[in-house]
């Protein structure tokens, strides 16, 4: 497949293997957040304990993460339609397991499997864009990819909800992952035969860094599993395993140095961070997804515990954000190269401008009404979160050669798994210790933890900032 605009079809072409691409990514992003309107079913159906309804949920955003970044070098050196497929195929069997489960034991292991053979999936989508458009071609496509990953997380709880009132609350949450299974099977078959095979200067075999591997899956699992089990476990044994985790990726650094000296393949390219715009963009999309993936957690929370909400309702109440989300990425990538990283940091402003105006929302508007109060700022923060995921994807990988390009969109989508975690981790901390002062009052809890995710925004939008401050010092250089 060509990267060319060729006259007699091969933009279609293009397309065609980016909407199965965006397919695949839309269905494995929407199980990190469709599961929980689904919770409450799943414990009253298999009985589940609470260690095991958080890893449920967080098992398959620790096992996401652990697989990202070997994945999309696998999918570099061996292409990246093999790694599609055989993870599509993965994540399918896994849901089908999923919905099956008639234990703890048998849900965890299968959301654990389909994790990983969603981690196998999504570098492999970014990688393609970089392997079938040109520079100056990446924004539409980005746009798209940003308005599946904002509209994904968003609507999730609203899915799930639909799901249930339709199947029953006793069955409901089975249906929630069969409805992968179909959609699965065709998005292989037509991979199979649209997705491209690696460009004819990349098919050399490359080595895919066993020990680098060994070293980034440990050190990622160390810092993750404390922050995802945060509820579960406490004292001094969760710090030093994050310690321990940063200590395992220190080497991770120095081994992946010595084999750049070396001339070796490295499981990833370090001279990446000497880039500004992949350094401050990677930075960027863990701080915001710190805030962006716990604020649907912590509201889902609020809206069925606090106010009484069913899973329909709590996900329709979410749906303004969603279509924000979509139109604001479908814009960012068109007009991202005429801006640059200016447009994220007012989408950035926009984001932070909504959320504020969450709060002040949920301040004036007691009960049951102060959920659909909230409508016109998701609106607000929706599109302002399509202006920063879909150009923030873009500008952070815009430098990356295309023989590197599943690896960096590994490394940013670790970087986002981690955030996530840390998000939940660090939110639901406050979200919960306010619930335990407040007695289990949801609306000053959630209040309070809403400027816990305002002040990861802000930490986003410095990491902007001087992207754009250090671009214009750059050109009048």
Known sequence: MSQKVHAGGAVDTRWRAMTVALIAAFMTLLDVSIVNVALPSIQDDLGLSSGGLQWVLSGYALAFGLVLVPAGRFGDAHGRRRLFVLGLGGFTLASAAAGLAESELWLICARLVQGASAGMVNPQVSGLVQQM???AERGK???ALGATIGISTALGPLLGGVIIAIAGAEDGWRWIFYINVPVGVVAI???TRWIPGPPAEHRQRQGVD?????????????????????RQWHGPIVWLLILAGLAVLGLFVVWEARQLRRGGSPLVDLRLFRRRSFALGSLLA???????TTTFFIFTLFL????RYSPLEAGLTVTPFALGSASGALLGGRIVNRYGRALVVTGLCMVISGLALVILALHFVAGRGGGFATALPLLLAGIGSGLVISPNQNLTLSQVPVAEAGSAGGVLQTGQRIGSAIGIAAIGAVFFGQLASNGGQYAPAFRTSLYVTIGFMAIALAAATTDVVAGRRAERR
């Open 141 to 143: 496509p980005f746009g």
């Open 189 to 191: 078959v037509l991979g």
């Open 133 to 135: 458009f040109k520079p």
């Open 304 to 307: 069925q515990n606090g106010l």
């Open 286 to 292: 863990l701080a915001y997804f710190a805030g962006f």
């Open 210 to 230: 066993p020990v680098g591997v060994v070293l980034l899956g440990a050190g990622v699992a160390l810092v993750l599993l404390p922050l995802v089990q945060e």
